[in-house]
């Protein structure tokens, strides 16, 4: 047999480098995941690799650690059943015996192999429960970044629906305007889905935060860009302009939306001055801006979220300069028929009935989405009761929620009509079953309408969703009820007695 030839020591050199190489790119691709590197959902492997590796390292050592020497004569042993307690000591046993013939390890190796486990086990469960609402965000296709302080507003900025044309970088570039802007204030999110409809925007909603929702709609008739601030329907504000002029909107109107935005987040945190100054400075800015010079309709928007604010009726205390906002809104653009609603709501409040009336006919006859609302502010100002009825009725063939609301109010409150009443709040909680609101007003008209079963079935449909707060205020108002009308106190009590009786979620 010939000699074997000695080792090449340039390659045993390269195989090493070979092999370590292979280690160090495995480390670093670990490393990577878990510090959220990887391009596509980073937070989400991140979280599964620390989880995983968790489970393995347990899979493997735990078996290792409680491995017992093997017995001479463990073949001929009898192992009977044991008690519960007998098992619990048995899974504490490797830990706690130092006997050093019994496992293959020593004790200190077991206990020191454990508390490892234990404290990785720890670092898993932190690490994980630190990035669940990231990884939410992550599936849910949103990307943020987030403010240095705890529950802050967030801009989530969806990405636009385009019919007609490329798909532009308006929603990046505008997401940089915010963050650079406001980063230390306010969380802001890129959405990588289409928003359609404005309804679309609740499912965003996730926490306590004030949450603002901008998407956009692109097609040959317009480009839309809308702004709303779930929950504040009447702040949501759109801007609108030409498919000719959407690129010149996009270049310039970023700062201009971003005011607008932080303007809407100072009204809902209850900064009212701060929130009004900054939608001056926003119109201000922008008529100076070259979109604006070509084309004032965007500034609408603006103008009437800044009539909103100074609007008595949303807690403004200037109704003058809220009726030249809406004024201005209207001139820019005549087909917000927000602001004509909100408009002829505040000329009713200043009892200029007669311009009031003429901007609700205006939406009426223009068989505007908001025509319901503008029926039943007509109604209000009626001066005989079939003209009210009249328009209650159809704004009920528009809204069948809100006309029978409407109306149930008014026959409830004002005309003391309360068996229709109690049909009109029947039809409202079949339509909204969850809020408790509408089963106390079914019970109270079903109360002074005589039918106290009625009022029993609708206290008792509401407990569900009743929360204590709101049991103790409608007990409140059920025992002026009684007071006011003795005949109704028996059937009051027992309604009473049933809600303070509840267990409430």
Known sequence: MGESSPPNPIKQFTGTLGELSKSVAAILAYLSAIGGISPEYPETVAALTVVITTVALWVWRLPRITQKQPHPSSKDLLIVGKTKSDQAGYLWAPFLSANR????????????????????AAFATSFTADKIQNIREEISGLECSYASQDNAPRVIIAEFYVLTGDQTAFEERLFTEIHDQYHDSITVCLYHKVIKLGRETAELEWDDSETIVIWGFYDEASFDIHINPIHWDAFATVISALPADAAVLQRGSKEYIAQIVMGEISYMSGKRVDAVNLLNDAIRNAVQLEWAKKDMKPLAGAY?????????????????????????????DPDLDAALLNRGQLYSGLSETQKAMEDFDELINKDSNLAASAYINR???????????????????????????????????????????????????????????????????????????????????????????????????????????????????EIIDMLQGARLP
Request: hydrophobic share 40%; proline share 5%; no cysteine.
């Open 379 to 493: 109604a209000i100002l009626q001066p005989t009761l079939p003209q009210k009825e009249s328009d209650y009725a159809s704004a009920i063939v528009l809204d069948p929620y809100l006309g029978h609301l409407s109306r149930g109010v008014f026959r409830y409150y004002e005309t003391n009509e309360y068996a229709g009443a109690m049909e009109d709040f029947k039809v409202v909680v079949e339509i909204e079953r969850e809020d408790s609101y509408f089963y106390h007003l079914l019970g109270l008209a079903a109360l002074h309408a005589g039918d106290f079963d009625t009022a029993k079935k609708a206290y008792r449909d509401m407990l569900p969703h009743l929360n204590s707060s709101m049991r103790e205020a409608y007990i409140g108002e059920l025992n002026l009820v009684a007071e006011n009308d003795e005949t109704l106190k028996p059937p009051v009590e």
């Open 304 to 332: 009437y979220l800044l009539a909103t604010f100074l609007d008595p009726s949303g807690g403004g205390e200037n109704p003058s300069r809220a009726l030249e906002a809406y004024n201005n809104a209207l001139a820019y």
């Open 101 to 120: 013939d019994s496992y293959a390890l020593s004790l200190a190796r077991r206990r020191g192999e454990l508390i490892l486990l234990l404290a990785l």
